[in-house]
């Protein structure tokens, strides 16, 4: 089965299972991320992201379970940031209205649900019961949306204040900041808009490639 555990320092949720649980999961992924739902072109590759970490896991090339939880010793898991994580489930359970599914496909996304409340609550139950509020009401952006602000947030997420509980206190604030409607997302777009102007480029297109400074998960 699926199992989860909130990452040391708060930065992310580490996300685990046997083949078989990371394989399904990740045909699912693919399932309601497709190039033919409801998610935009550079949308439902955001999604796959997920997808490409469970590969990556179930085929060993990221970790194993944490060897202070022995009773799923053999396990794979991957570590993933909140800000990143939290959207994509967004987008996953959002998709299920436009998607045909079947009750495999409900019960593992119910699962992953599930593991997330359970890590976040385990890390903070306060912050952790405000993120599931956030996750419960997410829809879906328009095609138009930036979702390299996602990618910002990240940043502000890890890097913005000390490590831990003091961090992970900001993080429903930064997800209601991932929103067309937010002011810091209309600053970041007009920012992003006018360099793309300049370079004669679409926004959706302006990424940016800089290295992360170290962190603790």
Known sequence: MLVSLPTKYGAGITLGGDYLDLTSLHETVHHLASDTGPLSGHHYEFALGLAYDLRKTYEGQRDTWPSDAPA???????????????????????????VPTNRRIQSQLFALEACTEQALCEFDPSVGAMCMRWLANFNLFTDQFLLEFVTQQTREFLFGVSQGKARFRRLPRLLDEISPFSQAYKEFERAVSKRAHEQGARPQDMVDLSAWPAFNW
């Open 72 to 98: 799923y010793a053999g396990y794979s898991a991957v570590n993933i940031l909140w800000p990143i994580f939290l959207v994509q489930l967004g987008m996953l359970r959002s998709a299920c209205a436009y």
